[in-house]
């Protein structure tokens, strides 16, 4: 009886292992030709949205994967390639509040003020993208972050037929850091492959309109 059970488990296992890393080459594949990494090549649109992340990791050390995405924004401002950057991230507490926080370096980067909106129900990956295009009424636009997840968010993006390219921000590889995301974003993209295809997930938050008044 135990033999079985360890047999079943074991197949179990593989069927889990060969559906994830399916998923995984599903949603590389998603992103081919859009991710751009030479601020010369990078084709323009008028707005930058950029995905949110903590600011610090444990014991108040920088969190260079934000630092990156915030440098690469401002990159893609300064170089002429987007008019207005729109910061989306978690806002769950006065004390914690990644949009207000992007915002602020953002502005010690040299980029005006009235130049960043922030999207304060950016939750998670799929509410950014989604609230990006119906809240914020984006047609277009350039996604901001690092190679990993700018795979899955173009993969999310194109399932809901909005026109996304991605700006690549510099990695941290070769760190533990990189290590966890490169684990979580495996479960991560199962759960946006279920979103799309099986749950037909919409953003925790709607709400009203608030277009970025460009021309």
Same mark, same amino acid.
């Given at each position: =009886? ?8 074991? %197949?179990?296992?593989? +069927?889990? /292992? ?14 081919? *030709?859009?991710? $751009?990494?030479?601020?010369?090549? !990078?084709?323009?649109?008028? !707005? ?11 014991? *108040?050390?920088?969190?260079?994967? $934000? ?15 987007? @008019? ?10 006065? $004390? %914690?509040? @990644? ?12 980029? #005006?003020?009235?130049?960043?909106? =922030? ?9 950014? +993208? =989604?609230?990006?295009?119906? +809240? ?7 996604? !901001? ?5 700018? @795979? ?13 390219? *991605? ?6 590889? *070769? ?5 966890? =995301?490169?684990?979580?974003? $495996? /479960? ?24 970025? #008044?460009?021309?």
């Amino acid at each position: =009886m135990f033999k079985k059970i360890k047999i079943t488990i074991f %197949y179990i296992t593989i +069927i889990f /292992l060969i559906v994830v890393l399916s998923i995984d080459v599903i949603v590389n594949g998603s992103a081919k *030709g859009a991710i $751009y990494t030479d601020i010369k090549k !990078v084709p323009k649109r008028k !707005v930058a949205l950029v995905l949110g992340t903590a600011k610090y990791v444990k014991r *108040g050390k920088i969190n260079y994967f $934000y630092k990156y995405r915030i440098d690469a924004a401002a990159k893609l401002y300064k170089a002429g390639k987007v @008019e207005a950057i729109l910061v989306s991230g978690d806002n769950r507490t006065k $004390y %914690y509040n @990644e949009p207000v926080r992007m915002r602020r370096d953002l502005i010690k980067l040299g980029i #005006p003020k009235n130049k960043i909106y =922030m999207d304060f129900a950016g939750f998670r990956t799929l509410d950014s +993208i =989604m609230r990006a295009n119906k +809240i914020f009424e984006l047609k277009s636009f350039i996604i !901001v972050s690092q190679k990993l997840h700018l @795979e899955r968010a173009l993969f999310i993006a194109k399932k809901h037929h909005i026109d996304a390219i *991605g700006f690549r921000a510099k990695d941290y590889p *070769g760190t533990l850091a990189w290590a966890r =995301m490169r684990a979580r974003e $495996y /479960l991560a993209r199962v759960k946006a492959f279920l979103d799309i295809y099986i749950l037909h997930t919409t953003p925790k938050f709607f709400g009203k309109f608030e277009k970025i #008044p460009i021309k």
